[in-house]
T-cell receptor
Framework: AQSVTQPDIHITVSEGASLELRCNYS??????LFWYVQSPGQGLQLLLK??????LVQGIKGFEAEFKRSQSSFNLRKPSVHWSDAAEYFC????????????FGTGTRLQVTL | ETGVTQTPRHLVMGMTNKKSLKCEQH?????MYWYKQSAKKPLELMFV???????ENNSVPSRFSPECPNSSHLFLHLHTLQPEDSALYLC????????????FGNGTRLTVT
């Protein structure tokens, strides 16, 4: 069965600093990979997704993620964090088939200090 | 505007009450989902409907009863809940393919007293 791990429960960065959120997955074939963001009181919003092709994918709000098969990772990055990026970030992995087979990580809460 | 609207945003109910959560999507998707989000736990998939037919029920207690009258509307009927059912309940929709991302509503914050 597939699984996804987000090793960092909570991260604090200063505004303007770079950010990397870690995501590791366990799945034999090439997975479908997603990053979602959840602001307080809101639902989850898709940041970016990877299915195939270029392993560096660009998303909304200046985020990007890189798929590294050898490390089973799909880390999320942003060169310069803004205070409005404070939120919870979820990595998700899926197999082929339907979206109901998506497995979510436990999330990383990002705090941004001014 | 997320395209997926959930009502109410907040709900407080006693353990003997009956209430319903409503979800509506305006995205033309054919699949709708109920998820439960509790603190410090991964998102839990509860139910999946595809073209109004329930395709998944992940061992959810019978005190939760879903209803999907058409591809745009989804309900979650609640009856004799327990305090541990207090959580954020999220509705989502998508095309029923893995490459179709989930679109979430803002959720209903449920408190069972």
């Amino acid at each position: 069965a597939q699984s996804v791990t987000q090793p960092d429960i909570h991260i604090t960065v200063s505004e303007g600093a770079s950010l990397e959120l870690r995501c590791n997955y366990s799945y034999g074939a090439t997975p479908y990979l997603f990053w979602y963001v959840q602001s307080p009181g809101q639902g989850l919003q898709l940041l970016l997704k990877y299915f195939s092709g270029d392993t560096l994918v660009q998303g909304i709000k200046g985020f990007e993620a890189e798929f590294k098969r050898s490390q089973s990772s799909f880390n999320l990055r942003k060169p310069s964090v803004h205070w409005s990026d404070a939120a919870e970030y979820f990595c998700a992995v899926g197999t082929s088939g339907t979206a109901s087979k998506l497995t979510f990580g436990t999330g990383t809460r990002l705090q941004v200090t001014l | 505007e997320t395209g997926v609207t959930q009502t109410p945003r907040h709900l407080v109910m006693g353990m003997t009450n009956k209430k319903s959560l409503k979800c509506e999507q305006h995205l033309g998707h054919n699949a709708m989902y109920w998820y439960k989000q509790s603190a410090k736990k991964p998102l839990e998939l509860m139910f999946v409907y595809n073209f109004k037919e329930q395709t998944e029920n992940n061992s959810v207690p019978s005190r939760f009863s879903p209803e999907c009258p058409n591809s745009s509307h989804l309900f979650l009927h609640l009856h004799t809940l327990q305090p541990e059912d207090s959580a954020l309940y999220l509705c989502a929709s998508s095309q029923d393919r893995m490459d179709s991302p989930l679109h979430f509503g803002n959720g209903t914050r449920l408190t069972v007293t």
